[in-house]
């Protein structure tokens, strides 16, 4: 499975942006995928994850309330729309998919994870 991550961009706090994640290789229609963020000089964070049906959604406390994780598996596409962003939100973020077929979405540990997107840079000004 290669992911591709993209969507990532420059914007004012309080600004909108949706990232996607786009599956090419074997499916990923059958486990669950994750969303990781990390800023300059800190550790890799987890953001959410999303069950392979769509049907279960996990979300970091800081997520909560602004960002909603969604799926098109017609498409191989997992997407992260972000909304009241704030300067703090300013990290890389990767979209991750375990190795093998998965239920539920409560996987935040990175270690849960075997493919990674190369990132896509998320900047936010103040």
């Known amino acids: 499975v290669q992911l591709q991550a993209s969507g990532g961009g420059l914007v004012q706090a309080g600004g909108s942006l949706r990232l996607s994640c786009t599956a090419s290789?074997?499916?990923?229609?059958?486990?669950?995928t994750g969303w990781f963020r990390q800023a300059p000089g800190k550790e890799r964070d987890f953001v959410s994850a999303i069950s392979w049906g769509g049907a279960s959604t996990t979300y970091a406390d800081s997520a909560k309330g602004r960002f909603t994780i969604s799926r098109d598996n017609a498409k191989n596409t997992v997407y992260l729309q972000m909304n009241y962003l704030k300067p703090e939100d300013t990290a890389v973020y990767y979209c991750?998919?375990?190795?093998?077929?998965?239920?539920?979405?409560?996987?935040?540990?990175?270690?849960?994870?075997?493919?990674w997107g190369q990132g896509t840079l998320v900047t936010v000004s103040s």
């Open positions: 991750a998919a375990p190795r093998f077929a998965t239920s539920g979405s409560r996987y935040s540990n990175p270690r849960d994870y075997v493919y």
């Open positions: 290789g074997r499916t990923f229609s059958n486990r669950h």
